[in-house]
């Protein structure tokens, strides 16, 4: 009972400990702001990394033919949900206002990619009637049906084609990331408005050009390589955009490109052609050599079409299942393929490997590892930082236990026993705990809720940009406190406390009552 | 039956490589209700015996007697000895030692919470009650909320008398109590003191070098150079 008394007597007048108790706090927050930011970066690393990855995927660069039929084996298997091919290659593109970007460029069924990933959820032009939580002006464009038609933007977009502007045919369109062009910029609230751009004339005029990039074309330049991998002859198509795309990955937004699957196999020569025998020499170009027909041009011999290819398939679980399961299904069916289409596909051996049938948390390992890394590095720094605290706390109840020493002899005196003076100072240490952490639990919760604003204010207010979404990947700080980190941190700080006050408590409690009273 | 018996007491401190005997055989019986002084030079070791019979200190081990109530203090483990000195015994103290956070009250009812502990809680109205009464007796009525640095050296030393009291000890062990008080105050101290124990019937030993003091008690014994004489 004692205990209580002088533990909320000493609280209420020793300044001391308590700036302690707030240091601990600002430790405590420290470290649950930097876990908070650093675990939600890797959270959103990996569920927006999904977006695109499919739980997994079976990859052959130099492409897969017959995809079709491994494509019904792959979805008659009751691990897989559904399986959607693509080509996933790199290329160049010049932008509208002349502008050249390096690209990844990735050709899809619209409707069979959204079956497998959340494509459709990604496409960010669209009509919308909630406005974004943060936007409480609804000044996102998307909300006014006036400022572009939203509903015919948002179909273009899943087909990936748009109507010819003379003949109104359907023609292929690409979707492009929304970070790429330029042409938008992101407000605080989460929503895009675009901005005006322009390009030079050739006379040295300046043309201002239509806000929206979905109003304008691209040039695509993509170097085809044939089955064996080698390079073939540069190709350029211009295409019309037909919307925009946002994952949240900055990487991802900046630089990938949409097309339609066919209209890139035709590009990457990757299409449906005649097949031919080799000649002696070994060395031909088949697609100098043989017309698209099918007919021989020269000396090569044709032997029937060559199947159509895809670089990779896109898989998802079926429900219940897991990635591995999916990926241990895909290398089963796989060698029952590779066994069906012998020599015309690659052999089983060639792709059931850790880099032709990957898991999305394989395909993300490198990146997910490296801020894994990063983070348990940072945070054993703060964890450091708390355990000197604790020693802090250590030495200032060493110092008033010393001042102390004379009171300990008289509660020795009246009859309190060692138990209860140590149980004292604990008390004291883990009261100083529970309070410094309180107080930086609360201002970790502050700051980690309203970090983008705070950041977006040292941004207007001082020039002072941390978080540079070209090198973290998002354009948003991650900003939720997981309570079980919440709970860890909490707990971590309230025992370092404690720690930081027993070897003082034992010290307190061993005094001798004589010694202590005649204490000067 | 003699509330405090010793025989053969002896102490000795170790000083760096010196060692210095203090106490060199001290045999004193001292009777339920009595009030003995006891007189000495300074470093007879009076304050070291006064620490023998509250269980503050222990005596060299050697062949010795320390009962109270004919129960061996020194055979007590360290639980026990905590508890005679939270029930049976009231320490007062010449530089009073009062916890200098703690308001007078405060500083009255912390000895009952080291004798009841959690169950203070429950006799927390009858114990503030009792202080209450104690301080208002010795003229402090009007400063239970002040803190000893707002008090005279009188008042702090009724304070601790109070203290000493409240758990209603057998025996009260007082450290020359007027040692560090004017001749009037000190004088008003030892009536306190005398009242108290003639009231309530408690054994008092009281250390001392004040003749006019140890004149008033019903005996007075004189320890030199360890022994008592």
Known sequence: ???????????????????????????????????????????TLLSSGRVFAGDATINWPAGIPHYEALIKKLEAD???????????????????????????????????????????????WRPIKEALPKDRDRKDPRLNPDEQDWQAIYENSISLTKPDRVTGERVPAAVVGIELSGMTQRDGAGYYTPVGLAKPRPDGSVQNLDLYLHNHQIVLNIIPQDSQGRLMTPTSKPLPVAGEFRTGIFEIDRRTVFVQLAELQRLMLMDAVAGVKSSPSGAFNPYENVAPDGTSLGNVETTGATPARVSTLV????????????????????????????????????????????????????????????????LSLFWFITIVCSALILAIFWA???????????????????????GMWISYGAILGVVGVALGLGLAYIVVLNINSIH???????????????????????????????????????????????????RAAFIRPVTALRFE | MALIQTANLKKTYQLGHVQVPVLRGVNLSVQPGEFVAIL????????????????????????????????PINGMNAAQLDQYRRTDVGFVFQFYH????????????????????????????????????????????????????????????????????????????????????????????????????????????????????????????????????
């Open chain 2, 98 to 229: 009062l916890l200098p956070e703690l308001n007078v009250l405060q500083n009255v009812t912390i000895a009952a919470m080291t004798r009841w502990g959690w169950a203070f809680s429950s006799r927390r109205a009858e114990v503030e009650k009792r202080a209450t009464e104690l301080l208002r007796s010795f003229g402090l009525g009007d400063r239970l909320r002040h803190r000893p640095v707002e008090l005279s050296g009188g008042e702090r030393q009724r304070v601790a008398i109070a203290r000493a009291l409240i758990n209603g000890p057998r025996l009260i062990l007082a450290d020359e109590p007027t040692g560090n008080l004017d001749r009037k105050t000190g004088a008003g101290i030892i009536d306190i003191l005398l009242e108290r124990r003639k009231a309530e019937g408690r054994t008092m030993i009281v250390v001392t070098h004040d003749p006019e003091l140890a004149a008033k008690a019903d005996r007075v014994v004189r320890i030199v150079s360890g022994v008592i004489e």
């Open chain 1, 1 to 43: 009972m004692y205990q209580l008394l002088l533990t909320r007597v000493y609280l209420t007048s020793k300044i001391m400990p308590l700036l302690a108790s707030v240091g601990l706090g600002l430790c405590t927050a420290l470290v649950l702001v930097v876990w908070s930011v650093m675990g939600g970066f890797l959270t």
């Open chain 1, 315 to 378: 898989l998802r679980a079926e429900e219940g299942f897991t990635p591995d399961d999916v990926r241990q299904s895909a290398m089963r069916v796989y060698t029952e393929f590779a066994e069906e289409f012998r020599g015309s596909v690659p052999q089983a051996f060639q792709i059931n490997n850790p880099r032709g049938v990957k898991t999305w948390a394989m395909q993300m390992s490198t990146l997910v590892n490296a801020v894994e890394k990063e983070t348990a590095l940072v």
């Open chain 1, 400 to 422: 008033m236990i010393s001042e102390k020493t004379k009171d300990i002899g008289i509660l020795r005196a009246i009859g309190a026993s060692r138990a209860g003076i140590a």
């Open chain 2, 40 to 71: 000495g030079a300074s470093g007879s070791g009076k304050s070291t015996l006064l620490h023998l019979l509250g269980g503050l200190d222990a005596p060299d081990a050697d062949d010795f007697k320390l009962l109270f109530d004919n129960r």
């Open chain 1, 78 to 124: 009751p691990a897989i949900g559904a399986v959607a091919p693509i080509i996933d290659t790199f290329g160049v593109v010049k932008l509208p206002d002349d502008r050249i970007e390096g690209v990844r460029i990735v050709g899809i069924e619209g409707k069979s990619y959204s079956r497998v990933v959340d494509f459709d959820k990604a496409l960010w």
């Open chain 1, 456 to 506: 977006d204010w040292l941004g207007y207010s001082l020039g002072l940009y941390v978080w540079d979404p070209r090198v973290y990947y998002f354009s948003k700080i991650p900003d939720r406190v997981n309570p079980a980190n919440a709970l860890i941190v909490a707990g971590a700080g309230i025992g370092f406390a404690v720690l930081g006050s027993i070897i003082p408590a034992m």
